[in-house]
């Protein structure tokens, strides 16, 4: 078993930045692909993107892309979400997900976390 737990999540203005975590433990070595996903109230659980293990190659949805950085603490088993340049369309739970390679669907992760809200105000 993989138990994943966010945090960083918050209230932030239109043009802000936020910090997402994501840590893992347990059987990591068992997930070589760790995504965030989103899901605003009313919408389908979306994609935000995702980093490989051990080369950390990672894929951002077209949304976020220059916006959004991932990045990971191995010594920790933590990843990071940088999120930078928020806009009110970014409000929503995001949730770090962990499965056995780099996917952007989410029936291909295996292990989620309990979700963290992000709320960015106009």
């Known amino acids: 078993q993989v138990q994943l737990v966010e945090s960083g999540g918050g209230l932030v203005q239109a043009g802000g930045s936020l910090r997402l975590s994501c840590a893992a433990s347990?059987?990591?070595?068992?997930?070589?692909?760790m995504g965030w996903f989103r899901q605003a109230p009313g919408k389908e659980r979306e994609f935000v993107a995702a980093?490989?293990?051990?080369?950390?190659?990672?894929y951002y949805a077209d949304s976020v892309k220059g916006r959004f950085t991932l990045s990971r603490d191995n010594a920790k088993n933590t990843v990071y979400l940088q999120m930078n340049s928020l806009k009110p369309e970014d409000t929503a739970v995001y949730y770090c997900?962990?499965?056995?390679?780099?996917?952007?669907?989410?029936?291909?992760?295996?292990?989620w976390g309990q979700g963290t809200q992000v709320t960015v105000s106009s």
């Open positions: 347990g059987r990591t070595f068992s997930t070589n692909g």
């Open positions: 980093i490989s293990w051990p080369r950390s190659t990672t």
């Open positions: 997900a962990a499965g056995p390679r780099l996917q952007i669907g989410a029936n291909e992760y295996n292990y």
